[in-house]
């Protein structure tokens, strides 16, 4: 025999796992966040080696280690600019996974609405079950 389905009931799973994929997605714009930011990091320490050159230098030491820095700075900058957009997609994975869990908080509140709802229904429909049986009993007596 085939189970009637309820609708409310699969959409609340179809919420529930929305939620879960868009969690994952969310630790996996953390994740991509956190790892910009360590090649900032780096880029930076690499920068400040290059800034620190001691002793007197020729013209052609001097002109390879600025354009070293430049190529230093150009790929601090690159790796900057990466950072802020994982932060942005971070952000935007964090506006899912919350909107996600409001979608599923909701239809979990629908479903108990809709539960209480039945439960009274069926206390009515005992009660006036009750009552015909009462009133059926009295008129055969």
Same mark, same amino acid.
């Given at each position: 025999?085939?189970?009637?389905?309820?609708?409310?009931?699969?959409?609340?799973?179809?919420?529930?796992? $929305?939620?879960?994929?868009?969690?994952? *997605?969310?630790?996996?714009?953390?994740?991509?966040?956190?790892?910009?930011?360590? $090649?900032?990091?780096?880029?930076?320490?690499?920068?400040?080696?290059? %800034?620190?050159?001691?002793?007197?230098?020729?013209?052609?030491?001097?002109? +390879?280690?600025?354009?070293?820095?430049?190529?230093?700075?150009?790929?601090?900058?690159?790796?900057?600019?990466? +950072?802020?957009?994982?932060?942005?997609?971070?952000? *935007?994975?964090?506006?899912?996974?919350?909107? +996600? *869990?409001?979608?599923?908080?909701?239809?979990?509140?629908?479903?108990?609405?809709?539960?209480?709802?039945?439960? *009274?229904?069926?206390?009515?429909?005992?009660?006036? +079950?009750?009552?015909?049986?009462?009133?059926?009993?009295?008129? %055969? %007596?």
């Amino acid at each position: 025999m085939i189970r009637p389905r309820n609708p409310l009931a699969t959409l609340l799973r179809l919420r529930g796992i $929305q939620e879960r994929r868009e969690r994952g *997605a969310l630790a996996r714009a953390e994740r991509a966040l956190a790892d910009s930011r360590a $090649q900032v990091a780096a880029r930076k320490q690499v920068l400040d080696a290059l %800034s620190m050159a001691g002793g007197p230098l020729s013209a052609a030491q001097l002109r +390879a280690v600025r354009m070293q820095g430049d190529h230093a700075y150009e790929l601090l900058r690159a790796a900057r600019e990466a +950072a802020a957009s994982a932060e942005a997609e971070r952000d *935007a994975a964090a506006a899912a996974a919350s909107r +996600a *869990a409001l979608r599923r908080k909701s239809t979990e509140r629908l479903v108990e609405r809709r539960d209480l709802e039945a439960q *009274a229904l069926a206390r009515t429909a005992a009660a006036r +079950a009750l009552d015909e049986l009462v009133v059926t009993r009295r008129s %055969s %007596s």
